[in-house]
Nanobody, 126 residues
Framework: QEQLIESGGGLVQAGGSLRLSCAAS????????MAWFRQAPGKEREFVAA????????YYADVIQGRFTIFRDNAQNMVYLQMNSLKPEDTAVYYC???????????????????WGQGTQVTVSS
């Protein structure tokens, strides 16, 4: 059974850092592009970052450019999101996503996600 399990969320002050982790199981990890999305209360789930199977192609949402870094470890079936210089508006539930699409533009879309994690809460206080 395919599973994505996120960890690493928590409460942090503005300007602080967190590293989110996502452990994948039950799927051929290196065949998937991996992404992070987030959903704030009352808002739609939005794209944050995506990385292709080899780690050579990476996309970020404009709002987080330069502050977050996505990377993966195919040997451990893990994907990470290093978040620095956090802002209160980064507060959301963060979701890990696996996407089989070859077209990188589809990694940013919720509708092409094959598997979702259960989410991890990130709260940034001002």
């Amino acid at each position: 059974q395919e599973q994505l399990i996120e960890s690493g969320g928590g409460l942090v002050q503005a300007g602080g850092s967190l590293r989110l982790s996502c452990a994948a199981s039950g799927l051929t990890f290196r065949t998937y592009a991996m992404a992070w999305f987030r959903q704030a209360p009352g808002k739609e789930r939005e794209f944050v970052a995506a990385i292709n199977w080899s780690g050579e192609i990476i996309y970020y949402a404009d709002v987080i450019q330069g502050r977050f870094t996505i990377f993966r470890d195919n040997a451990q079936n893990m994907v990470y999101l290093q978040m620095n210089s956090l802002k209160p508006e980064d507060t959301a539930v963060y979701y890990c996503a696996a996407n089989l699409q070859d077209n990188p533009t589809r990694w940013k879309s919720r509708i092409f996600v094959n598997y979702w994690g259960q989410g991890t809460q990130v709260t940034v206080s001002s």
